[in-house]
C-alpha cells in the first residue's frame, strides 16, 4: 500500500490550567488520509476539531504527535494545503478577483498579471461566479463569498484542502446547492479533502470516511466510519441508497448518546493508533436493525478498506 | 425615526443663523440715551462707544462688509503687519500640513511597529503614557530654545500633538488585524513586507485614518495658540494682531475662517476615510 498523502501521529492538544494542571483537550489521535480521498470528522463542539484542522494546517503546533505530509513533519502553514475557513475570511477591501489573485500571486509571484487573470477566471467560472468578478464581498450573499473562498482555496492548486465548517454559516438552501458543487469539483479534480462538520448528512453525502470523535476534554477517535455508499451519489438520490439510513443512524446513534460514553466504557481492544473501522452501512440494510444495534467491526477480523475510487 | 423631507435640517439651521444674526443686530444697535462719561475714556475707545451711542462691538453688517473686503483681496501684502487673510491662513495651513505629514511619516511605521510586536508595545507605552497628556504649547519653550527658529518650533508643536493620536489608532488598528486574514497570509506563506502592505495595511487604514482625523483637528486648534506665541504670521497671529488694533471686525472674521478651514480639513479627512473603509 502506498504512503496516505498525510498521516497524523498522536497529536494532542493541552493547555496549562489556571491551577497548575494541564487541561487536555484531545489526545492520542491518529489517522490517515489517502490521496484523492475525502474524509470528514465529526464531533460534538468542544471536541477541538478546529484545532485538529489548524494543526494540519500548520497554524497551530501540536502539544505532542506529528503531522507528516508527503513524508515530511509540517512545520508551519504551506501552499501544499489550502485552508477553507468558516467564516470565509475573504478580504473586504478586494473584489472576487482580488481576492483569488492575492492567493493566485502568492503562489506564483512571477506570473504575468494576464496570466493570473486568466487563472483566476477559471476558477471563477468553476464555482459559477462569473460575472462577480469586480464585486465586493459585502455585496455578495454568503453562498456567494463561500464561494469565492472555494475558488481561491482551489486557485492555488493545493496537494489537500482542509475545510473548518465551509457550510455551517449558510441557510439551508444554499448549503444544499454548495454541497453539491463541491461533491462535484472534488469529483471533477480528484482533490484529497479533510472537512470538520457536525452536519451528520453532509458528511453522508460528501464523505468517504467519517472519522467520530468523543466529547472532550480528552477527546479521542472513537472509530472511522466507512462510508459504502456509491460515490456518485448526490444530494436528491442519498437518501435512497439502502445504506444510507443504517449509515446515518450509526452517525445520529454516536452523536446523541455514545460520544459522550465512550470515554467512561472504553471498549477493551480498543488502540487509539488503530481506531476501528466500522461499515454500518453493510451491516444490515435494515434501517431499524441498524439503529438498535450498530454493529462494531473489530479492526482485527477486518481487512483493510480500500475506497472505492 | 420620524420621516421628513430633505430640505427641512437645512432650512432649520438657516432659521437659526438668521435668528442668532437678528440677536446680534438687536444687541448692536446704538442706544439713543447719553450719558456723561470720563473725557479719558472716552478718547480711549473712541467717543461714540464711551457715550453708549455705540458698542465698540460691531455689528453684523459690519463684520459683513468686512469679510466681503477680505474676500475681494485675500492675498494682499502690506508689510508685516498687513497681510490678507488668505496670506495669514496659508502660512498657518502650509505649519499645519508639514508638521503633520512629518508625524504620520513617524507614528505609522512606529504605529506599525508597535501593533505587531506585544515587546515593543510594552516597551515603549510608558513614554507614550507620558509624552500624550502633555499639553503642545508646554513643549514650545523647549522648541525656541533648542530649534532657534519661531517658523520651526511652531511646525514642531504641530508635529508633537499629531504624533499621538495617529501612533495610537495605528498601533491598535495594526494589532487589532482580524486573526482569520493573517491566517489566510500565514497559509498562503506570503512575506512579511507583502503581508504587511496588502493584508495589515488595508485592514488596519480606516483605523489608522480615524487617527488622522483626529490628529489634524487637534494641530488646527494648536496651530492658531502657537502662532500667537510665536507671532509675525499665520492666522493665530493674525488674531492676536487684530486684538493689539483693538479690531473686533477682523478678529470676527478670522474666528469665521478658522472654523471654515477646521471644517474642511475634517471633511477631507473623513471622505478619506471613507475611501479606505469597506463594509464586510
Known amino acids: 500500500m502506498a504512503e496516505p498523502l498525510i498521516r497524523i501521529e498522536g497529536i494532542a492538544k493541552r493547555f496549562a490550567g489556571r491551577d497548575g494542571a494541564t487541561a487536555t483537550v484531545f489526545e492520542d489521535v491518529h489517522f490517515a488520509i489517502e490521496r484523492g480521498e475525502f474524509v470528514a470528522l465529526i464531533g460534538h463542539s468542544g471536541c477541538g476539531k478546529t484545532t485538529i484542522l489548524n494543526i494540519l494546517a500548520g497554524l497551530e503546533p501540536p502539544s505532542a504527535g506529528y503531522v507528516i505530509v508527503g513524508g515530511r513533519e509540517v512545520a508551519g502553514p504551506s501552499l501544499d494545503r489550502a485552508v477553507i475557513f468558516q467564516s470565509h475570511a475573504l478580504m473586504p477591501w478586494l473584489t472576487t478577483l482580488g481576492n483569488i489573485a492575492f492567493a493566485v500571486t502568492s503562489r506564483w509571484p512571477a506570473w504575468s498579471k494576464a496570466k493570473v487573470r486568466a487563472h483566476c477566471q477559471q476558477y471563477i467560472d468553476l464555482v459559477h461566479l462569473t460575472g462577480a468578478e469586480k464585486k465586493r464581498p459585502a455585496e455578495l450573499s454568503g453562498g456567494m463569498r463561500q464561494r469565492v473562498g472555494i475558488a481561491r482555496a482551489l486557485a492555488i492548486e493545493p496537494k489537500m484542502l482542509l475545510m473548518d465548517e465551509p457550510f455551517s454559516a449558510l441557510d439551508a438552501l444554499t448549503r444544499g446547492s454548495l454541497q453539491d458543487e463541491v461533491s462535484r469539483i472534488c469529483a471533477e479534480t480528484r482533490q484529497t479533502v479533510f472537512m470538520i462538520t457536525h452536519d451528520v448528512d453532509e458528511a453522508i453525502l460528501l464523505a468517504d470516511r467519517i472519522v467520530l470523535m468523543t466529547n472532550g476534554p480528552e477527546a479521542k477517535i472513537a472509530e472511522i466510519v466507512v462510508n459504502t455508499l456509491p460515490r456518485t451519489r448526490t444530494r436528491y438520490t442519498v437518501h435512497r441508497e439502502p445504506h444510507y439510513y443504517p449509515i446515518r443512524n450509526h452517525l445520529v446513534d454516536f452523536l446523541v448518546s455514545r460520544s459522550k460514553q465512550f470515554n467512561d466504557a472504553m471498549p477493551a481492544d480498543y488502540d487509539p493508533k488503530r481506531p476501528p473501522l466500522v461499515m454500518p452501512g453493510l451491516a444490515s440494510t435494515d434501517s431499524q436493525l441498524a439503529a438498535e444495534a450498530p454493529l462494531r467491526v473489530p479492526p482485527a477480523t477486518k481487512p483493510l478498506v480500500a475506497v472505492a475510487r | ?280
Open chain 2, 1 to 280: 425615526m420620524e420621516r421628513f423631507h430633505a430640505w427641512r435640517a437645512p432650512a432649520l439651521s438657516l432659521l437659526l443663523l438668521l435668528l442668532f444674526i437678528g440677536a446680534w443686530h438687536a444687541a448692536t444697535l446704538p442706544t439713543a440715551s447719553r450719558q456723561v462719561v470720563d473725557p479719558e475714556y472716552a478718547k480711549l475707545v473712541g467717543a461714540a462707544a464711551a457715550t453708549g451711542q455705540k458698542s465698540a462691538f460691531p455689528t453684523p453688517a459690519e463684520v459683513g462688509a468686512k469679510i466681503w473686503q477680505h474676500l475681494k483681496e485675500p492675498f494682499y501684502d502690506h508689510g508685516p503687519n498687513d497681510k490678507g487673510v488668505g496670506i495669514q491662513l496659508a502660512y498657518s495651513l502650509a505649519r499645519v500640513i508639514i508638521g503633520f505629514l512629518l508625524a504620520a511619516l513617524v507614528a505609522i511605521p512606529v504605529g506599525f511597529l508597535i501593533g505587531m510586536s506585544p515587546l515593543v508595545y510594552r516597551a515603549l507605552d510608558p513614554f507614550i503614557q507620558v509624552l500624550k497628556p502633555i499639553s503642545p504649547l508646554a513643549w514650545m519653550p523647549l522648541a525656541l530654545f533648542t530649534l532657534k527658529d519661531s517658523g520651526v518650533s511652531a511646525v514642531f508643536v504641530i508635529f508633537i500633538c499629531s504624533l499621538w493620536p495617529m501612533l495610537v489608532n495605528t498601533a491598535f488598528g495594526v494589532g487589532a488585524v482580524r486573526r482569520e486574514w493573517l491566517n489566510v497570509a500565514r497559509t498562503l506563506e506570503v512575506g512579511p513586507m507583502r503581508k504587511a502592505l496588502r493584508v495589515i495595511l488595508p485592514a488596519a487604514a480606516p483605523t489608522i485614518m480615524t487617527g488622522m482625523r483626529i490628529s489634524i483637528g487637534i494641530a488646527w486648534l494648536v496651530i492658531v495658540a502657537a502662532e500667537m506665541l510665536v507671532g509675525g504670521t499665520g492666522i493665530g497671529y493674525f488674531v492676536w494682531n487684530e486684538w493689539n488694533n483693538l479690531s473686533i471686525t477682523n478678529i470676527l472674521t478670522a474666528i469665521l475662517a478658522i472654523g471654515l478651514v477646521g471644517m474642511a480639513l475634517d471633511l477631507t479627512l473623513a471622505r478619506l476615510t471613507r475611501l479606505v473603509t469597506f463594509p464586510e
